[in-house]
């Protein structure tokens, strides 16, 4: 199967500016949906219209999925295998600047294995990819050209100790943490800005308790114990400032775990364990805080419909959070219950926004349910056996030339 199509809206569950099609072109929509299975080391790739298995490639353990930025790619985090594998998406734009190709071939393993000790955070930015591996203390860059092609190059970053850390590529420079100095197997404790040689260029940032990190716009936030830092990108040497957490916040409560915004800059992420805080670094209210009526269990923006966000909780129920208002706007029951008492990495509900559509994985009954993203309407179920748990979207919408 080999398609031409002229982009009008394509990303990794995010829509572009669309682009009229003329009289002669055929509209066509093309999702995919990645789903790695809890309790067998799989991946399936499914067609998100037809709700059908398209291929399925075998893992070395248990995967989290992280797609890249163009959505060419999506690699599959094996920790307890000490591995990173890389796949193809088989969807693939090519920008001519007035208009854009879309390329849509079969899924296919890219041959890209990067073995290293406990790999765990991965981040994709501006062209690069860059997996952190906490076993080693080591971070392993390389363009997601190189890894289109099947070579897993590149270069490696030393922190000094493994520790739980991660690296952020930003052009010419990387912001790498910084372990913790008296007990390395605590959370980092800052970040440091090195040049492509390894340089550290200024002081360190402090960031007591550094988990999670995520890029909006033309900002890039990690979060602390203390609050956000918040690091720039616009032109020469990055800079990196500390955003406190506000007045009035709860004690107990911080952020570990970002999500940036699509088509707006503000960053989504959890605050205790029954709420989310809204934060925009450039506002003089840069948090808001939204309360759940039980523990969250997961939580995604919507790229499309940029003034929502969506909050699964343990009740079983999806929350459409709208962005501007800072308030929830619409619930629904999905599921059954399932329990936030256990182990975190316990089977539980994970959410992907698939253009018009909310996809929630329930690996207790081996099925996806697929929501309308704008009326929470339950749309369909999608069958996949097994415990369908970790789970990407990647796709668009175009004018196809046969």
Request: charged residues 25%; aromatic residues 6%.
């Amino acid at each position: 199967m080999k398609k031409l199509v002229s982009v009008l809206a394509l990303g990794i569950a995010l829509g572009l500016t669309l682009l009229p099609a003329r009289a002669e072109e055929k509209a066509e929509v093309v999702w995919r949906l990645f789903v790695a299975d809890r309790n067998n080391p799989v991946m399936h790739v499914l067609d998100a219209a037809e709700g059908k298995v398209i291929r399925s490639f075998g893992l070395k353990s248990q995967g989290r999925l992280y797609p890249t930025e163009s959505g060419r790619a999506v690699f599959a985090v094996q920790a307890d295998a000490n591995i990173a594998t890389g796949f193809a998406t088989g969807i693939d734009i090519d920008d001519h600047g007035d208009h854009a190709d879309l390329e849509v071939t079969e899924p296919r393993a890219l041959g890209v294995e990067i073995s290293g000790k406990k790999p765990v955070h991965f981040v994709s930015h501006h062209g690069e990819i860059a997996i952190f591996y906490d076993g080693d203390g080591v971070a392993r860059i390389m363009s997601e050209a190189d890894v289109l092609k099947g070579e897993a190059g590149g270069d490696s970053i030393e922190t000094g100790a493994p520790h739980h850390g991660v690296a952020i590529p930003l052009g010419d420079h990387f912001v790498m943490s910084v372990p913790h100095e008296q007990d390395p197997s605590e959370l980092p404790t800052g970040v440091r800005l090195v040049d492509r040689s390894g340089n550290q260029l200024g002081e360190v940032a402090q960031c007591p308790g550094l988990h999670g990190e995520a890029s909006s716009g033309s900002l890039v936030a990690l979060a602390c114990e203390t609050g956000l830092l918040i690091v720039t990108e616009q032109g020469g040497t990055p800079e990196i400032r500390h955003l406190p957490y506000a007045n009035g916040l709860p004690e107990d409560g911080k952020v570990s775990t970002l999500i940036g915004g699509k088509g707006m800059q503000y960053f989504l992420g959890n605050f205790g364990q029954k709420a989310v805080a809204l934060i925009d670094p450039e506002d003089e209210n840069a948090f808001r805080l939204i309360e759940l009526p039980v523990r969250r269990v997961h939580f995604a923006i919507d790229p499309v419909r940029t003034r929502f966000a969506y909050v699964f909780t343990e009740d079983g129920r999806l929350h459409q959070i709208n962005i501007l208002s800072g308030k929830i706007a619409n619930s629904v029951a999905v599921t059954e219950p399932y329990s936030m008492d256990g182990h975190w990495n316990d089977p539980r509900p994970r959410i992907a926004v698939a253009g018009d559509e909310i996809m929630i994985t329930d690996p207790l009954k081996g099925l996806i349910h697929a929501l309308d993203a704008e009326t929470l309407e339950k749309k369909r179920e999608i069958v996949t056996g097994g415990a369908p748990y970790e789970i990407v979207a990647v796709g668009g919408s175009g004018a196809v030339h046969e």
